[in-house]
């Protein structure tokens, strides 16, 4: 990987992670992709930011961990992780069910644990085809372990009546008019969990996703949020490479870019 150049844990400073899964897919199969795809598109940038005039940090690849039901790979890989005084894991899935997963083991760590999830979608339903589980539960899952008032959703266009909580959630219609006023509720959040649903861009810029929804963020509305984001990791799900034209990896690659050169 292009972003990956540390030779051992001890020099790095970012851990990426890749987690091929994608079990409770309910439209379009493909995101066990993603994260050979993101790696492959990551040879295309300079490890320079040539905004932010800095280098990227030091990252190490860890590879892909292979999940099975009891899920204990990858937190066996997470708490591992996390042992690191730095410390800071970049995951690529895969589906958007990892990402509770990810928050239960930051959860052991940051005890006030807050999460901010970009996505189209509101991912509140209990159950969906019979799983608790599913990538279509996973804002519920991640609101048992942090609760819900250390949540903010952002993107947010559809959703089912069920799935109405009282959760903070903004639309992409809002973010398109009150994008400072969100990025200043960002800022509030302490040790935040970025979770970026690539369906949480307009499908103009990210074709390739398992759940395409129109009306969607633009990238660089999304690179303002991360840049008034305290983070503590993060991840980017739902590449779905079979329906992509190339652009989606692209972006994914470069969201995570923009993480860990702010890290």
Do not use: Q, W
């Not at 320079?48 to 009891?70: M, Q, R």
């Not at 928050?103 to 799983?131: C, G, P, Q, W």
């Not at 963020?217 to 779905?240: H, K, S, T, W, Y």
């Amino acid at each position: 990987m292009k972003l990956a150049f540390a030779d051992n844990s001890e020099d790095a400073e970012i851990f990426f992670l890749g987690v091929p899964y994608d079990a409770t897919t309910s439209f379009r199969p493909g995101a066990r992709f993603g994260p050979e795809a993101i790696r492959s598109a990551s040879y295309n940038f300079e490890t320079y930011d040539c905004f932010l005039k800095k280098e990227l940090p030091h990252v190490l690849d860890l590879g892909n961990v292979t999940l099975t039901t009891s899920y204990k790979e990858l937190s066996a890989e997470l708490s591992s992780i996390l042992r690191s005084k730095k410390g800071f894991p970049v995951i690529a899935g895969g589906e958007h069910s990892i990402t509770p997963l990810i928050v239960r083991e930051l959860k052991k760590k940051y005890e006030d644990l807050n999460v901010i999830t970009i996505d189209a979608h509101m991912d509140f339903r209990d159950k969906y085809m019979d799983s608790k589980n599913s990538h279509a539960c996973a804002s519920r899952r991640v609101s048992e372990i942090v609760g819900i008032d250390n949540m903010m959703l952002i993107g947010i266009r559809s959703f089912s009546k069920e799935e109405e909580e009282n959760v903070e959630y903004y639309t992409s219609f809002e973010v398109h008019k009150r994008l400072k006023e969100i990025c200043d509720r960002v800022k509030e959040m302490k040790n935040a969990y970025l979770s970026i649903d690539m369906d949480g861009f307009d499908p103009a810029y990210a074709p390739g996703v398992g759940n395409p929804e129109p009306y969607g963020l633009r990238p660089e509305e999304v690179r303002e949020i991360i840049d008034n984001a305290a983070l503590v990791g993060c991840d980017v799900v739902e590449l779905c490479p079979p329906y992509d034209n190339g652009n989606t990896a692209c972006l994914a690659a470069k969201m995570i870019e923009e993480v860990i050169v702010r890290a």
